[in-house]
């Protein structure tokens, strides 16, 4: 299956096949998108899901531990380093 993903940031949508690591799919395609550790020990991949959320794979408890410290109280926040694409998305660098 096709999915897109929309980059707001950069104004780029690009299709690519369902069920990617998003680090994956920016090595390929560059992003503003910043992947320092990827691994859940930074923030440099903090992103805001605009549409779409549902399309992500599940938040994990490790994953929600830094956002509720990076993103109090943002339920769009996700780290990209952690997200896997199941369908259409937008997103942006959060701010």
Same mark, same amino acid.
């Given at each position: 299956? +096709?999915?897109?993903? =929309?980059?707001?940031? /950069? ?5 690519? *096949?369902?069920?990617?690591? $998003? ?23 903090? +992103?805001?899901?605009? =549409?779409?959320?549902? /399309? ?5 408890? *490790?994953?929600?531990?830094? $956002? ?28």
């Amino acid at each position: 299956m +096709i999915v897109s993903i =929309n980059f707001e940031d /950069n104004e780029k949508i690009i299709q690519v *096949e369902a069920n990617q690591q $998003l680090t994956k799919v920016c090595d390929e395609h560059p992003s503003f998108i910043l992947f320092g550790c990827r691994n859940i020990a930074c923030e440099t991949c903090l +992103i805001e899901v605009v =549409n779409g959320m549902e /399309n992500l794979a599940s938040v994990m408890e *490790e994953e929600q531990r830094l $956002l509720d410290l990076l993103a109090p109280g943002n339920p769009n926040a996700r780290l990209g380093c952690q997200c896997v694409i199941k369908g259409d998305i937008c997103i942006r660098v959060a701010n």
